[in-house]
């Protein structure tokens, strides 16, 4: 029996639903700077990747970086 055959499978995460607020505040920590955006999802349970995502909208909403805003993209 090979090893992949003996490894646990990852279940996969059930999809969860944030408020806006909530991502405000996620986001607010990111740019504090005293942790990095890796140990806020890690702190939060949550996606690197969504955090990161996270980010760059709020980025774009503030005027700080090009792209749609929240209320210009399509639902």
């Known amino acids: 029996m090979g090893g992949l055959e ?3 499978r ?5 999809r969860r639903s944030f408020t806006s607020e909530f991502k405000a505040e996620i ?19 949550l996606t690197e990747t969504n955090v990161r995502s996270w980010v760059k909208q709020a980025e774009i ?14 639902s």
């Open 6 to 8: 003996t490894m646990e």
């Open 10 to 14: 990852k279940k996969p995460r059930p």
């Open 27 to 45: 986001v607010e920590l990111c740019q504090r700077g005293d942790r990095s955006i890796g140990q806020v999802a890690k702190d939060f349970d």
């Open 61 to 74: 909403d503030h005027g700080e970086r090009p792209g749609l805003t929240s209320e210009e993209r399509p």
